[in-house]
């Protein structure tokens, strides 16, 4: 790819980090894109997005943001930045402006995820505390990465970060995809986000969707070829 290609910037969602985007970086990377994974902080919309807005900020050239999962709506709330020229959702939540991701949730039946979070408190500062979520270990080869092998997913079980809790009821406060084009990827066998909603907000947004049977949650993982293969036409199409 010529330096003219926008960058492609990876940003992960909850209870995973920027290593999940391993496999896709490798594909991106061999057609000589540039690629960034974020290190996404998961304390909260408006935090997140704010931090995720002054990493593209640092970038010279346009930018073609990617969002998985909770990583749907920070590129949401981000991507109204002057240099994002595309949007790619990878089974993600697409919120609109003043919608928080429970009430986008709520169109749609709750996936397992919502009976399988465990949660507790932790310090913010000040002596307040606030509350945040992870997956139940147990839970977590089912609702997070079905087509993911056993030995990967117990390293991912182990490892996840978690999400404060505030993220599912604060409301994004710009909907990037009305006036960014936009590509999404529907994983169908999701149990993490209803695929339902993953579909949705696809339309809403008026974005080109691929959908793929039997698709985990952990899309990026299990099917990297694939989720490259949509950022590479959102990279094509953009520059």
């Not at 009821?169 to 936009?182: F, G, N, V, Y």
């Amino acid at each position: 790819m010529s330096p003219a290609h926008p960058t492609v910037v990876l940003v992960h969602g909850a209870f995973a980090d920027a290593s999940g985007w391993l496999g896709v970086i490798d594909e991106l990377q061999r057609d000589g894109i540039a690629v960034l994974a974020v290190a996404n902080p998961l304390r909260g919309l408006a935090c997140d997005a704010a931090y995720l807005a002054s990493v593209v900020s640092r970038i010279d050239g346009p930018v073609v943001l990617v969002g998985h999962s909770y990583g749907g709506a920070l590129i949401t709330v981000a991507g109204t930045a002057d240099n994002v020229v595309g949007l790619v959702y990878i089974a993600a939540y697409a919120p609109e402006e003043g919608e928080s991701l429970s009430e986008l949730q709520d169109r749609y039946p709750a996936p397992p995820l919502a009976d399988s979070l465990k949660q507790w408190t932790y310090p913010t500062g000040g002596g307040k505390t606030a509350t945040e979520v992870s997956i139940a270990p147990e839970a977590f080869p089912a609702v997070f990465a079905a087509d993911v092998s056993p030995s990967v997913v117990r390293v991912l079980a182990a490892s996840q970060r978690p999400l404060a809790a505030s993220a599912f009821t604060e409301a994004a406060t710009a909907a990037a995809w009305r006036t960014k084009p936009c590509w999404a990827l529907v994983a169908d066998a999701d149990r993490a986000i209803n695929p339902d909603v993953e579909r949705f907000g696809a339309r809403r947004a008026g974005a080109t969707t691929i959908e793929l049977e039997g698709a985990s949650h952990a899309v990026a993982i299990s099917r990297p070829s694939a989720v490259a293969d949509l950022i590479r036409d959102a990279v094509c199409a953009t520059s």
